[in-house]
């Protein structure tokens, strides 16, 4: 048998040596690290017994010590070599202990050496480049498949170029351009899918500005939760009167949480109270009986904590007078959002509040999140003022605004965008 060390700037150039002057079938013993680049341990026309021997001279001189020596599996071929890798084989006592079966002069049974073959880097790398390139081969012909599909449907390809600008998902897009009558009059088609889009989105018949009610607002944390309270507090005040309203803080993971609240309460004139407890709630509840609206802020939870029923665990006393609505930033993506409304499911919000409608870069997101939830809109906030910063949910206005926000999207990346996401339709309808 014959074996070798070689030495090299990185792994490859060391593999390189070891198929040059030992040959595809060439076994690598072991590898590491030296200065100035790698050592590989090579060896060809190998047995078992004799790399047991050769792993052993290998191994560190004490039984204690880690082994070391790890040979790397397979031949540079891609053959998997009989002789298995040696890791510490125990070594012969020269007094043999009580109990001990064994007769002086007895030959023993060879020891099997037990071998762990790692993966050769020449093969790990070659698979890593033929993933790539298969990334790249699935890229080029999905634009290629697109630009067909194209050809052979013009009309609906521009319906769904422009849907999917919106920001929405190509199985929702693909949805409504399915259910356009089609025209020559590209436009005519273009306001017939908007007139569809907004009749699939879910519009709420909560009216709080006339009709008041318990309210509580929750979702998860920096959606602007307690400044949507003051918002929707100073506008009834405006309307009804300071008398009519009143605010309940049950933040208590916020620093500075009621207080907050309780400098809203004093700027708008209002009643602020701060509990911690469902029994306390129903207290402050049965307080402001003859207030026409009160509106409860909560704390905000991330829809990945696992606590968070605990956390809105205060709310279970006054749920069955509650309406509860849930607050998420316009600027969340399609699937954060939908997470967050699946989350919240447990307390079963009435309707959704849109925050940061003057910060987002798309809508799309939002308007297939509540069609696919079939969660409601009953507001919107589109920035920081209050009260002038709210408006009341409706579901044409919100696709008017959809489209005018996608104007300022790069047609560029949004191609490429679409092409993806038709790659990703066609993938699946082959499935």
């Not at 989350?343 to 079963?348: D, G, M, Q, V």
């Amino acid at each position: 048998m014959k074996v070798k060390r070689f030495f090299g700037a990185d792994i490859r150039a060391a593999l390189r040596q070891v198929r040059h002057e030992l040959g595809p079938d060439a076994v690598i013993l072991s590898n590491r690290a030296v200065d100035n680049g790698i050592e590989i341990v090579a060896a060809t026309d190998y047995s078992e017994s004799a790399l047991g021997q050769i792993a052993g001279t290998l191994q560190p001189a004490a039984d204690d010590q880690p082994a070391k020596f790890k040979p790397d599996q397979v031949t540079l071929s891609g053959k998997r070599p009989v002789a298995p890798q040696l890791v510490n084989p125990p070594r012969p006592s020269a007094v043999p202990q009580r109990g001990d079966s064994v007769t002086a002069g007895t030959p023993q049974a060879p020891v099997s050496p037990g071998i762990v073959w790692t993966q050769d880097p020449v093969l790990t790398e070659m698979r890593r480049e033929i993933k790539t390139l298969r990334g790249l081969m699935e890229n080029h012909f999905s634009a290629l498949a697109w630009e067909e599909y194209g050809r052979l449907h013009p009309l609906k390809v521009d319906l769904l170029r422009r849907l999917m600008r919106l920001g929405l998902g190509m199985a929702l897009s693909e949805k409504v351009a399915d259910a356009v009558k089609t025209t020559d009059d590209i436009d005519h088609c273009w306001r017939a899918a908007l007139g569809m889009l907004a009749d699939m989105v879910p519009e709420s018949d909560i009216d709080l500005m006339n009709n008041g009610g318990l309210v509580a607002l929750v979702g998860p944390t920096g959606v602007g939760k307690t400044t949507t309270l003051a918002k929707l507090a100073a506008r009834f005040a405006l309307r009804h009167g300071a008398r009519q309203v009143a605010l309940i803080s049950t933040d208590e993971f916020r620093i500075g949480a009621h207080e907050q609240v309780r400098i809203y309460g004093r700027i708008l004139n209002i009643p602020v109270r701060s509990v911690s407890t469902a029994d306390e709630l129903e207290t402050a509840l049965a307080e402001f009986s003859d207030r026409r609206l009160v509106l409860i802020d909560t704390a905000g939870i991330g829809q990945r904590n696992s606590g968070i029923t605990g956390q809105l665990r205060v709310l279970e006393g006054g749920l069955r007078k509650l309406k509860t609505c849930l607050v998420m930033s316009a600027t969340t993506h399609r699937t954060g959002l939908l997470e967050i409304v699946d989350a919240f499911r447990f307390i079963n919000p009435s309707a959704c509040i849109l925050t940061k409608l003057d910060e987002t870069t798309q809508l799309g997101g939002v308007l297939s999140t509540l069609i696919a939830s079939a969660l409601p809109a009953a507001y919107l906030c589109d920035g920081q003022r209050v009260p002038e910063d709210i408006h009341t949910a409706r579901k044409h206005n919100l696709v008017s605004q959809c489209v005018a926000i996608a104007q300022n999207i790069d047609d560029k990346y949004q191609e490429e965008a679409t092409v993806l996401s038709f790659s990703g339709m066609t993938s699946n309808a082959r499935v």
